[in-house]
């Protein structure tokens, strides 16, 4: 999965040679931390974000101008700033996201400005990916880190009918073992139970 699949339309962006006193209108009707700022052509410069828009305000509170020129969003946005690419995976935005502790991230497609990624964004990838939506039985597996075994148990839930809607795996303590959570279709409980328990596989969770 690519950021271009998950990520949000852009909504305001604010040009570069807009008046502050515009940008710190249009800065508080929305709920973001920080407002794109483009250039004429489209291209991403900058961010404005509320850290700007302060120093902006103390700025005018105190009637401080360097000139007679009128302050532009360019004389206060943070121009050196994290983004990613619509081809970025998925994950890589999210690591980006936690490591640097940013609740959103632009997104761009040849230097222009075309999106947002963002926190919520992921919280949805995850329902997509463990099946959160979907009905049938939520199992929870944990297997020995062994080429096969995982196959294993895709193979025998599709024995059983089964389907499967939604998964995800994270190694365990020391690498030593994986846990596996997935959303299975049209096989019942006790059947997986029977086929879980023949495979030799430790269950931590069904429902």
Same mark, same amino acid.
Not at 50 to 61: F, G, H, P, T, Y
Not at 116 to 143: C, H, N, P, W, Y
């Given at each position: 999965?690519?950021?271009?699949?998950?990520?949000?339309?852009?909504?305001?962006?604010?040009?570069?040679?807009?008046?502050?006193?515009?940008?710190?209108?249009?800065?508080? #009707?929305?709920? =973001?931390?920080?407002?794109?700022? !483009?250039? $004429?052509?489209? +291209?991403?410069?900058? *961010?404005?974000?509320?850290?700007?828009?302060?120093?902006?305000?103390?700025?005018?509170?105190?009637? #401080?101008?360097? =000139?007679?020129?009128?302050?532009? !969003?360019? $004389?206060?946005? +943070?121009?050196?700033? *994290?983004?990613?690419?619509?081809?970025?995976?998925?994950?890589?935005?999210?690591?980006?996201?936690?490591?640097?502790?940013?609740?959103?991230?632009?997104? !761009?497609? $040849?230097?222009?400005?075309?999106?947002?990624?963002?926190?919520?964004?992921?919280?949805?990838?995850?329902?997509?990916?463990?099946?959160?939506?979907?009905?049938?039985?939520?199992?929870?597996?944990?297997?020995?880190?062994?080429?096969?075994?995982?196959?294993?148990?895709?193979?025998?839930?599709?024995?059983?009918?089964?389907?499967?809607?939604?998964?995800?795996?994270?190694?365990?303590?020391?690498?030593?073992?994986?846990?596996?959570?997935?959303?299975?279709?049209?096989?019942?409980?006790?059947?997986?139970?029977?086929?879980?328990?023949?495979?030799?596989?430790?269950?931590?969770?069904?429902?």
């Amino acid at each position: 999965m690519l950021v271009r699949e998950r990520m949000i339309s852009p909504g305001k962006r604010l040009s570069a040679n807009l008046p502050i006193t515009s940008a710190i209108g249009e800065f508080e #009707k929305v709920s =973001s931390s920080w407002l794109p700022v !483009v250039d $004429d052509g489209g +291209t991403l410069v900058g *961010l404005l974000t509320w850290s700007d828009v302060r120093k902006a305000q103390s700025m005018l509170s105190a009637g #401080k101008k360097d =000139s007679k020129d009128e302050l532009l !969003v360019q $004389d206060f946005m +943070t121009t050196r700033f *994290l983004f990613v690419t619509e081809k970025t995976p998925i994950e890589e935005a999210v690591r980006i996201m936690i490591d640097y502790d940013i609740p959103e991230l632009p997104v !761009v497609k $040849d230097g222009y400005f075309s999106g947002i990624i963002s926190d919520k964004t992921m919280l949805r990838v995850l329902m997509e990916i463990t099946g959160a939506r979907r009905q049938g039985v939520r199992l929870m597996v944990k297997l020995e880190n062994k080429s096969g075994k995982l196959l294993e148990l895709l193979q025998m839930i599709r024995d059983l009918g089964g389907s499967i809607e939604g998964l995800c795996t994270y190694s365990g303590q020391e690498n030593e073992y994986s846990i596996a959570t997935m959303r299975v279709e049209d096989a019942d409980k006790y059947s997986l139970k029977q086929g879980l328990n023949n495979l030799n596989v430790e269950v931590l969770d069904i429902r």
